[in-house]
């Protein structure tokens, strides 16, 4: 069982950028899937979670409108769409996943996380 997060680096403000995270070894169907990020100094915070099997989402409200998850069923693959990214986006990056849904997400797999870094 393995998440592989991908495609960080640096974003200039109002750009976008998109991050991958690669499941293997399992079926996403069965889990909701989520972003987090840890900024510098700053505790992990879930920013955007899905689960299609049992309907539950989040939106921390610090993205809601600019970045949004996406999924290749066929490639067991998720995605996290940055669009207008601001400097404060600055941060590690995390894909997780998790058999639970969104409301109470512990996290039963973790990618190894990828930097993203917002800077003109």
């Known amino acids: 069982v393995q998440l592989q997060a991908s495609g960080g680096g640096t974003a200039q403000p109002g750009g976008s950028l998109r991050l991958s995270c690669a499941a293997s070894g399992f079926s996403l169907d069965y889990y909701a899937i989520a972003w987090f990020r840890q900024a510098p100094g700053k505790e992990r915070e879930k920013i955007l979670c899905?689960?299609?099997?049992?309907?539950?989402?989040y939106s921390a409200d610090s993205v809601k409108g600019r970045f949004f998850i996406s999924r290749d069923n066929a490639k067991n693959t998720w995605f996290l769409q940055m669009n207008r990214p601001k400097p404060e986006d600055t941060a590690i990056y995390y894909c997780a996943v998790d058999a639970g849904g969104c409301r109470n997400f512990w996290g039963d797999y973790w990618g190894q996380g990828t930097l993203v870094t917002v800077s003109s």
């Open positions: 899905v689960s299609e099997r049992d309907g539950s989402t």
